[in-house]
Nanobody, 125 residues
Framework: QQHLEESGGASVQAGWSLRLSCATSGYTSIGVCMGWYRQQAGKEREVVATIASDGRTNYANSVQGRFSISQETADKKLFLEMGSLKPEDTAMYYC???????????????????WGKGILVTVSS
C-alpha cells in the first residue's frame, strides 16, 4: 500500500506561480508512473500531467507550456511547478502513482493505483 501526501496548495492571484509537492511512502518497482490530477467544482477529475520513472513527461493541453512536472527519484517525491496561473486553474489537485512492469506504459490515460487526498489551489482574478 502506498501513501501519498500533497503539499503546497495556496490561494494566489492570476499570473502568479505555485509549486506543489507530493511525498510518497516509498516504492520498489521496475516502472513507475506518477501524475497530477485536478478536479474543479462541479466537474470530473482530469489529468494534468504524468511522468514516468524514465523521465518521459506528458501534459494536458490546458497546461502545456505553463506547468512542469518533475520528480526526485532518490526521495521518491513528485512536484508540479505551475506558472501563469489562471482562475480556471482553481481546483483540488491530487497526486497519483502506479507501479508498472515498464515505464513505457505511463501515459495521460493510464489508470493510477494510489491517490493522495488532494490539496486546494485557488486562483483569483
Amino acid at each position: 500500500q502506498q501513501h501519498l501526501e500533497e503539499s503546497g496548495g495556496a490561494s494566489v492571484q492570476a499570473g502568479w506561480s505555485l509549486r506543489l509537492s507530493c511525498a510518497t511512502s516509498g516504492y520498489t518497482s521496475i516502472g513507475v508512473c506518477m501524475g497530477w490530477y485536478r478536479q474543479q467544482a462541479g466537474k470530473e477529475r482530469e489529468v494534468v500531467a504524468t511522468i514516468a520513472s524514465d523521465g518521459r513527461t506528458n501534459y494536458a493541453n490546458s497546461v502545456q507550456g505553463r506547468f512542469s512536472i518533475s520528480q526526485e527519484t532518490a526521495d521518491k517525491k513528485l512536484f508540479l511547478e505551475m506558472g501563469s496561473l489562471k482562475p480556471e486553474d482553481t481546483a483540488m489537485y491530487y497526486c497519483a502513482l502506479a507501479l508498472l512492469p515498464h515505464p513505457k506504459y505511463c501515459s495521460l490515460s493510464y489508470n493510477m493505483d494510489y491517490w493522495g487526498k488532494g490539496i486546494l489551489v485557488t486562483v483569483s482574478s
